[in-house]
């Protein structure tokens, strides 16, 4: 069945009405060109602005009528569901779960020569970054005494732990600047496939590139705004010290953890909303978080379900990658064991930085188009978004014109 009840695609007539057509409301003639612009509301692929005049049931227009006919052509399965267009990566209704992951990675292989030439650099640039990192910051960083009273090696353990975050600090940031080049390129790949439509790396970053510094910002707030709350969490522990500190550090993370949650959900939006919908920092976020609003719970579960599949990515593209860097350099897995961490050398980096590269190819798209989709799927629960995309992609029965009036005829 379709998770949608009541959705029908534009054009679609009912068993009871065949041959009738569906009417559909008329748009002032001065938009009727829909070459140019999307609707009366929607400006091209790439330009998703936010409907103005909001419509009966939350968005921009009205859902299309539905009828109660079984069967015939276009239906699923005898129910009498039609079935939903399907012009690009993703069909024009509301999508569950699995098909905003498969359309995530359709346009993957749909556009592989253009989302391929965006992630083979960005994720050669990250990875490298990550290898010096991890060269000459992550070493004799860890010294603890296990023979030392239980206070004094809880304020050890306390002190190799911001070491070691002081350290990761840099690969934090440079994770950050990947996922703001791949999401500011992928979302103009995705609004093309969405709608069916080629798209080439060098067209993506000349309708990227004006929005590129909003983007920056956001991709940096939202991340930095939930490092922040937990930091206030950490922090009262961090400064008492000691066994008690170690405490109030745990009840910290508690408190603190929820309310970091739920801010990462309430704005994950505010990127492809800034990028298609061609809006402000502050306007961004407010739009996610309208989006988001009522949905928080979906939203964090799609979220989730694509961290596990990224990360499941991850391990099993570098576990041979990291086998083979434990044969021919095993010296600094050696020393993990001990109290004295002398760093890893070059062919363990080099060869772990491989795979790493392997894997950000592969995750850094889907992860980004995953993002991209949950926020078309919201829009079309929303605000009717799935009439503007069949509009755009020229699709029968979403004309900007209405039809004939076949009222008086027999």
Known sequence: MNDSPGRVSPGSASSGEQGAQVPRPAEPADQADSGSKWSSRQPPAGQWSAPSVPGPHGGGQAPPPTG?????????????????????????????????????VS??????????????????????????????????????????DPEVAMEQAMDAMASYTAALGPMFLISLFATFLTTALMTVVISRSVLGRPVSLAEAWREARPRLPQLLAVTFIVPLTVAAVLAAGILPGALIGGAGGAALILLGVIAALPVALWLWVRFSLAPPALMLERQGVTEALRRSAKLVNGSWWRVLGVLLLTLLLTTII??????????????????????????????????????????????????????????????????????????????????????TTPPADTSGTR
Do not use: C
């Open 68 to 104: 109660p006919g079984w069967g015939g052509p276009g239906f699923q399965g005898g129910w009498g569901v039609p079935e939903a267009p399907k012009p690009g990566v993703i069909p024009l209704r509301p999508l569950s779960i699995g098909e905003i992951l498969d359309g995530a």
């Open 107 to 148: 346009t993957l292989r749909a556009h592989w020569r253009a989302v391929l030439a965006l992630t083979i650099g960005i994720a050669v640039v990250a990875e490298a970054g990550n290898v010096l990192v991890l060269r000459y910051l992550l070493q004799n960083t860890t010294e603890i005494d296990r023979d030392a």
């Open 314 to 399: 991850k391990m099993v593209v570098n576990m041979p990658f990291g086998i083979a860097a434990i044969v021919f350099d095993g010296n600094g897995i050696a020393d993990l064991s001990s109290t004295q961490f002398s760093g890893f050398g070059w062919t363990y980096l080099i060869i772990t930085g491989v795979g790493a590269v392997i894997g950000s190819m592969i995750t850094l798209p889907i992860a980004a188009g995953v993002n991209v989709l949950l926020y078309v799927d919201q829009r079309i629960r929303r605000e009717g978004l799935d009439i503007e995309l069949g509009r755009a992609a020229g699709l029968p029965g979403y004309g």
